[in-house]
DNA sequence: GGCGGCCGTCGAAGCGCTTCGACATCCCGG
DNA sequence: CCGGGATGTCGAAGCGCTTCGACGGCCGCC
């Protein structure tokens, strides 16, 4: 225990691998060793060294380690920091990401969509992250081919219609529109609508808007059902609008399923003002986070904001350690079953 | 323009200042200094110079940087990813975060509460960042301490009881519940109610809860009016139940605050089946995000998340330039009136 | 009994950048 | 006409870490 004088572990004197060596009594590149496990340390040595590593508080300086060994330990989480987007899931996927990459070593860096392929580029080339996850990919995104330019090890997250070269995770939104569809059926029910995303967001060319509308139209036609889908616009007023003309177009439609998170409150409270009630005169079933559905006793299939995190975090790990990983890995959507669906003459 | 054969902007092939500096002829420390502005440079080197950073698109490595310079350009938002938390003000809070710090040439690295104290330590040791911004703070935090110990930069979100030596900024809730109170006595209302956060948040002595119902009491002793508070849960059907209990014990309030993000659906939609039409039988005013209150048409203290933001990455910045900072910033709430509130008898 | 091989450790060479002191060069004033 | 302060540029010394090659000691094997 020769502590040097003044050495202490608060503020003002980084510990460095030089003192713990000298502390520990052995050279710094035993130390760098014992801590990579990259070379056999003898058992009694690396204990010394682990001591002394605790002792001292030594924690490696983040800039050196990442300048010698070509690693920062930090990912790039790349958000669509945009208002209106799905928010509550947004957040949780964050958690998750962050909360994984922890698990993993790794930091995170919180990198706003608005800086755009530029802020990719500043990111790569300055090595301050060894990949990158990317939220919000759209089916022509333009971050696509330039991360395959920075040969960039990356995931996104979402599903772009070239997957080639890449990874990607998404809950498989075509099979969660069939669920709700096959649920609906399943229920009696043979005139079904979707009231999707705001039109923007399909215009956007958003991968699971487009997959959703194409699995709910897949399994009603499979199943010989009416569909109707429309977008829907945000805000009360929008919703209640259209709504409204929706079941005036279309009356006798039993089924809706919702995919627009700001949309599920309005629309359950607008049915009963426009003289249906749920779920005797109208079954409704919503994708959307099962936090929002759960509140409102909504069937719902959640959006797995967890999960698709820390599938992510762990695809880009793999990448990260050069693992081959699959191009597309799409997550089963499970229904949750709740009281706004019911079957005919319930 | 001699660009070594094979030397591109694409994948592989860092560009190092050494590069820039053989490419404009100048030597490494000139490239540097003409980046860094911190010594002069004629205006003719200069150009060179840049123009060579331009052709060759280098991005200096940022852990080198950081090595060398002790400083990592890099800030951390310590966020509560703790679920249940104001989701849409912390989201809008960390875009301001990101952008703002962006502007002031940093980059933001995300690090959850639940990592505790050693994560800022091991953050702080690391030296993976130059100053870190704290959410969520409670009036007895524990982190606190740790930072003063730490002696690691830093900007709180919220308002510690003891305030010494930092610097925090936040919505003045004092001022906002009074606000909320002034309105409503404004309307002609004298008797009033704060429906607050959920009790556990009161437990956990958060600063923002506390404040707020004291700014309601203060208000109400003030200007003569009958005041009443009480911690509200999440949920709708707990709603429902605090709600009811309350105008079943104090039939004759007639004006409401609410500061609890997740609630305010829930008693706009509960009200009017307890037989309250808002805002003939019942004003309600809330301390929420804009956002949300405008939805609904709420009369409310928006809680400015974008402002505080970007204040705190200011006053952060400030204090990495060794700048003095006020301790304590609190934002002057306005009031945002919408149809939800009305005088008696109207 | 000697030698090849393995194990555990060390020293040194960078990683790419900043920064300090040194050194020209130029221009001004005496 | 020369000294001296700006002014502009350079070279070298690290920043703290990883990693490579080297090397001594030990064991086991022929």
């Given at each position: 225990m020769t502590t040097a004088p003044g050495r202490g572990r608060t503020g003002g004197d980084p510990v460095t691998i030089a003192d713990v060596a000298r502390h520990a009594g052995v050279a710094a590149s035993t130390v760098s060793y014992v801590l990579s496990g990259k070379r056999a340390i003898s058992a009694v040595t690396r204990d010394r060294v682990l001591a002394s590593v605790r002792?001292?508080?030594?924690?490696?300086?983040?800039?050196?380690?990442?300048?010698?060994?070509?690693?920062?330990?930090?990912?790039?989480?790349?958000?669509?920091?945009?208002?209106?987007?799905?928010?509550?899931?947004?957040?949780?996927?964050?958690?998750?990401?962050?909360?994984?990459?922890?698990?993993?070593?790794?930091?995170v860096l919180l990198v706003t969509s608005d800086e755009g392929p530029a802020g990719l580029r500043r990111i790569a080339a300055a090595a301050m992250v060894d990949g990158v996850l990317l939220m919000?990919?759209?089916?022509?995104?333009?971050?696509?081919?330039?991360?395959?330019?920075?040969?960039?090890?990356?995931?996104?997250?979402?599903?772009?219609?070239?997957?080639?070269?890449?990874?990607?995770?998404?809950?498989?939104?075509?099979?969660?529109?069939?669920?709700?569809?096959?649920?609906?059926?399943?229920?009696?029910?043979?005139?079904v609508a979707l009231l999707g995303a705001p039109a923007a967001v399909y215009a956007r060319g958003t991968g699971f808007a487009h997959r959703t509308r194409a699995g709910v139209l897949?399994?009603?036609?499979?199943?010989?059902?009416?569909?109707?889908?429309?977008?829907?616009?945000?805000?009360?007023?929008?919703?209640?609008?259209?709504?409204?003309?929706?079941?005036?177009?279309?009356?006798?439609i039993r089924g809706l399923v919702v995919q627009n998170e700001s949309a599920v409150g309005p629309v359950l409270a607008t049915l009963p003002a426009l003289g249906r009630q749920v779920p005797t005169d109208m079954s409704v079933v919503a994708v959307c986070p099962d936090q929002?559905?759960?509140?409102?006793?909504?069937?719902?299939?959640?959006?797995?904001?967890?999960?698709?995190?820390?599938?992510?975090?762990?695809?880009?790990?793999?990448?990260?350690?050069?693992?081959?990983?699959?191009?597309?890995?799409?997550?089963?959507?499970?229904?949750?079953?709740?009281?706004?669906?019911?079957?005919?003459?319930q």
């Open positions: 002792a001292l508080g030594y924690h490696p300086n983040a800039g050196a380690r990442a300048l010698a060994s070509r690693k920062a330990n930090v990912i790039a989480l790349v958000l669509p920091l945009r208002t209106g987007m799905q928010v509550p899931v947004v957040m949780q996927f964050a958690t998750a990401v962050v909360t994984t990459a922890r698990r993993h070593d790794h930091d919000d990919v759209e089916l022509e995104d333009s971050r696509v081919p330039l991360l395959r330019e920075l040969a960039l090890p990356s995931v996104l997250i979402g599903h772009p219609s070239d997957t080639t070269a890449l990874a990607c995770v998404d809950l498989d939104f075509h099979r969660a529109g069939e669920v709700c569809v096959e649920h609906l059926a399943g229920l009696g029910h043979r005139r897949a399994a009603a036609a499979r199943l010989g059902l009416d569909a109707v889908t429309l977008p829907c616009e945000e805000g009360r007023t929008a919703i209640r609008r259209d709504l409204a003309s929706l079941l005036d177009r279309h009356p006798d929002l559905a759960e509140q409102a006793g909504l069937t719902c299939v959640p959006v797995p904001a967890e999960e698709v995190g820390r599938q992510a975090v762990t695809l880009l790990m793999r990448r990260l350690r050069d693992e081959p990983v699959p191009e597309v890995t799409l997550l089963e959507p499970r229904l949750a079953v709740r009281d706004s669906t019911a079957g005919r003459g």
